[in-house]
Structures are given as structure tokens and as C-alpha cells.
């Protein structure tokens, strides 16, 4: 499995000026060290974060992930499955979230481009609010009156 591209973190770009601890350990460990281990295919550790990040409901880095999982060889159709798959284990909320933030992983985009979009909009969104990624995200809609 060493024959597969290096995985490369953006943790300094992203916020090495005010981050740089945080930086350091993004790339140097999680992705210099970690993701490019040969124990596991860059295939499989993206279906794995996928997975995780879904069970967490931490939908702010499965953006990120979904689009470098379609960068490691896993395909649309195996994520919608990943996060169906997680969804009747970890809860349905989270799996509806998740699969929420899949549509914008259709894009094939790369990796800095994933950053920046999601850099872009941290910026725009209001503290608290909805987070809606995805070019398929619905507005919120009101409760129905009984």
C-alpha cells in the first residue's frame, strides 16, 4: 500500500499564524505521520474518517473529508453507502446532517480548493446558526401548524 499518493494536510496555510501548535500537529502528525502509514490504504482511512466524522456529527470537517475520500478512489455512490451504513449505528441525526454535506463532494475539486470554500464560508456564517453546505442545501423550514 506505499504505493499511493502522499496525503498532505493544510494545517499551517489554513492557521499556522495563529494556530501554529495546532498547525504543526495537523500536518506533521495526522497527515505527514498518521495518513500515509502503509497499514491502511489513503482509501480506506478516508471511508474510516468519513464514517467517524458522520458518528460525531462533526459536519464542519466532513466537507473536507467527503472530497479528499473522492480523491483517494472512493466513489459517490460508496460514501452515500458509508453514511447510510453509519446512520442506523450512530444515530439519526447525524446521519442526516452528513449526508446533507455529501452533495458538495460530487464536485470533483481538489483539496485546497475544499479549504478555501470552507475558509470562505466560516467566515460568512453567522455563530450558532445552520450550517449548510452543498449546492443541494434546503432552507429551513417552519414546522408544520397542526
Not at 453507502?81 to 452533495?103: C, D, F, K, N, R
Amino acid at each position: 500500500m506505499t504505493d499511493q499518493p502522499k496525503q498532505l494536510g493544510g494545517g499551517r496555510k489554513m492557521f499556522g499564524d495563529f494556530a501554529p501548535k495546532l498547525a504543526e500537529l495537523t500536518d506533521d502528525v495526522l497527515f505527514e505521520d498518521v495518513w500515509n502509514r502503509p497499514e491502511l490504504s489513503a482509501r480506506d482511512r478516508s471511508l474510516i474518517t468519513v464514517a467517524v466524522l458522520t458518528a460525531g456529527g462533526n459536519t464542519a470537517q466532513l466537507g473536507f473529508h467527503l472530497g479528499r475520500a473522492i480523491e483517494n478512489g472512493v466513489t459517490q455512490e460508496e460514501l452515500i453507502e458509508a453514511i447510510t451504513h453509519v446512520t442506523l449505528y450512530a444515530g439519526w441525526p447525524q446521519g442526516m446532517s452528513a449526508m446533507g454535506v455529501a452533495p458538495s463532494s460530487s464536485s470533483q475539486t481538489t483539496s485546497k480548493e475544499h479549504h478555501e470554500h470552507r475558509t470562505l464560508r466560516a467566515h460568512h456564517e453567522k455563530p450558532g446558526g445552520p450550517v449548510r453546505r452543498g449546492r443541494l442545501a434546503r432552507p429551513n423550514r417552519a414546522a408544520p401548524r397542526v
